[in-house]
């Protein structure tokens, strides 16, 4: 096991086989994609300040990021939009993510070690749960910076079209400036319909 920050000691596996690490980002947003990302680490990866991105500033996520896709064997990030969310739901849409994005690697894993305890079969491929995973393995940490990171600059593209909602700062989490925006402007394209956006006192018009 390797020391990779001071305040946490992340591994591989004890797993011989190649392996990728896979995490969502947005599942609890109420507007936007949820995204996922899947990461294959070389066995001697080391980067230093890698660990869980919701442990991380912003500035540090965003100094991970090319250094984990420059040093990644391979990678995939994938975005579910709003519309499917509606339709099959959020768990479905997060693993539906996760399936998309481990289809871009460009080696096959031997090996998925899934980040939470929820997961289906992908491709008669071994997979692993493991709750707050990314708080012990390189591949799901990586995979955690990838796609938090991906996901905030998707929301601050579309905060430019939509910038009453805040979204380059609360990236399209139900805070309480989010859900007042909603209660004065109405919902846009960008809004998961089958979330509950607002409070009970509240009545909106979908």
């Not at 700062?169 to 089958?194: C, D, L, V």
């Amino acid at each position: 096991m390797k020391t990779i920050s001071p305040n946490l000691a992340l591994s591989f596996s004890k797993n011989p086989e190649i392996e990728c690490g896979t995490d969502e980002a947005g599942r609890g947003c109420l507007a936007g994609p949820v995204t996922a990302a899947a990461v294959c680490l070389p066995k001697h990866f080391c980067l230093e300040m890698l660990t869980d991105s919701k442990q991380l500033s912003e500035k540090k996520r965003f100094l991970l990021k090319p250094l984990i896709e420059e040093k990644a064997i391979s990678y995939g990030v994938t975005h579910v939009m709003m519309e499917e969310i509606d339709e099959i739901n959020i768990l479905n849409a997060s693993i539906t993510a996760m399936h998309r994005s481990i289809k871009q690697l460009k080696h096959t894993p031997e090996l998925i070690l899934v980040d939470g305890n929820k997961f289906k079969p992908y491709n008669d491929i071994k997979h692993e749960c493991i709750i707050k995973g990314d708080a012990k393995f390189l591949s799901i940490a990586a995979a955690s910076v990838l796609a938090k990171t991906y996901r905030d600059l998707y929301m601050e593209k579309i905060h430019e079209e939509f910038p009453m909602y805040n979204w380059k700062k609360n990236k399209g989490y139900p805070t309480k400036e989010h859900r007042a925006a909603i209660a004065k402007y109405g919902i846009t394209k960008y809004h998961r319909k089958s979330f509950k956006l607002l409070p009970e006192q509240f009545s909106l018009e979908l």
